[in-house]
Structure formats: structure tokens, C-alpha cells
């Protein structure tokens, strides 16, 4: 053992064990401490991570509910236009209804006032006529002294048939 205490070897081994040692001490705290520090960022960022892809998760379910009350408004504004077309239409069907019915009847009575006027004009021709074939008549019969004296008759009895 003896030669072994004075081995050059032997005392530069021992001196790089207490030299590895005496360094190994700070070495492994700044290497833990750079470790811990390394685990803290990580920890750090995958927390942020996780926050992050939670409000991911917020904002996608509020834009699918918007997305669904956007559809439903636009549905619900296609169903009210649909229901609108359709009272517009019924309206204009009833508008142009009436409309029509008027137009018949005005129709009807300018038909009727023709008709009336015709049957009018008819009338007054043949009673026209009729004067005119009665006076023909008379003026051949009431010739010559029958005639005066149908006159005369007629004339006395006048203020009689008046009275």
C-alpha cells in the first residue's frame, strides 16, 4: 500500500476524484437549477397551451351558436317572406277579383242601359210610327162633313171631361 501512496497515478487520480467531485456539486446545481428552470418554462408554456386551447374551444362553440342563430334568423326571415309572398298573392287574386266583378258589372248595367235605350228608341219609332199611321187615318175618315161634325162633339165635350 505503501507503493501505491507513492504512485504518481495513484495521487492524480485521487486528485481528479476530489477535483470531480468539488465541481460535480456546482456543476449539478446550475445543471438542476437550468433543469428546473427548463421544467418551469415548460410547465409555463403548456399552461398557457391549455388556456389558450380552451378559449379556442369558448370562441368555436360561441361562433357555432351564432352560427346556429344566424341560420334559424335566415330561416325564420325565408319562412316569414314565404308567408308574406303567399298574402301578397291571395290579395292580388282578391284585388284583381273585384276588380274583374266590377268590370262585369259595369259591364252588365252599360249592357242594360243599352238594352233600355234600344227598347226606348224602339218604343218612340213605334209610337211614331203609330201617330203618324193614326193621323193617315183620321185625316181619311174625318173628311168632309162627318168629320166636322165629330169635331164639333169632341170640342162641346171637352170642358165636360176636363172638369
Not at 55 to 61: D, F, G, I, R, S
Request: aromatic share 4%; no cysteine.
Amino acid at each position: 500500500m505503501m507503493a501505491l501512496l507513492q504512485d504518481p497515478t495513484f495521487w492524480v487520480a485521487i486528485g481528479f476524484v476530489i477535483f470531480v467531485v468539488a465541481l460535480f456539486r456546482p456543476i449539478k446545481k446550475a445543471l438542476l437549477d437550468n433543469l428546473d428552470q427548463r421544467i418551469a418554462q415548460i410547465r409555463t408554456e403548456v399552461e398557457e397551451a391549455e388556456r389558450l386551447r380552451e378559449e379556442a374551444q369558448t370562441l368555436v362553440a360561441t361562433y357555432q351558436r351564432q352560427q346556429r342563430e344566424a341560420k334559424q334568423d335566415a330561416e325564420d326571415i325565408v319562412a316569414k317572406a314565404k308567408v308574406d309572398a303567399e298574402r301578397h298573392r291571395a290579395e292580388a287574386e282578391e284585388a284583381m277579383e273585384t276588380a274583374f266583378a266590377r268590370q262585369e258589372a259595369q259591364a252588365k248595367d252599360k249592357i242594360a242601359q243599352a238594352e233600355a235605350a234600344a227598347v226606348q228608341e224602339v218604343r218612340d219609332v213605334a209610337v211614331d210610327l203609330a201617330i203618324g199611321a193614326a193621323e193617315r187615318l183620321l185625316a181619311e175618315r174625318l173628311a168632309g162633313k162627318e168629320g166636322d161634325a165629330l169635331v164639333e162633339d169632341a170640342i162641346k165635350e171637352l170642358p165636360e171631361k176636363l172638369q
